[in-house]
């Protein structure tokens, strides 16, 4: 019971946080704010998806050429997070464009 007390404190405050960001800092765009906020239900409500945490994990380690990380940045604000195909069939181009990235380093 604490540890999902815990949670929901935690939801709520990223949630805040990413709104804040949008609403009152202009940081984040209008569609990086539903990205995010949707991403975040994904990952507390799916219980955090290791592949798609894993997936996301490497992307931020990996240095990204500007232009790869902008398209992996359009592929997850396009992610239907309520459809399994989608988070899926995303996951699989951002992981293609994760290995042409490595490919272009390593020419």
């Not at 409500?45 to 490497?58: Q, T």
């Not at 992610?79 to 272009?104: A, C, G, Q």
């Amino acid at each position: 019971m604490a540890a999902d007390v815990r949670l929901k404190s935690i939801y709520d405050t990223l949630c805040s946080v990413i709104s804040n960001l949008h609403l009152q800092m202009g940081i984040l765009s209008h569609e990086e704010m539903y990205g995010l906020l949707s991403l975040l239900d994904y990952t507390f409500m799916k219980k955090k998806d290791p592949a798609f945490m894993d997936l996301l994990r490497e992307w931020q380690a990996s240095k990204t050429e500007p232009e790869i990380y902008e398209i992996i940045k359009a592929t997850l604000l396009g992610i239907d997070f309520n459809k399994t195909e989608s988070v899926d069939k995303n996951m699989e181009i951002i992981r293609s464009l994760l290995r042409y990235n490595n490919n272009l380093r390593d020419d």
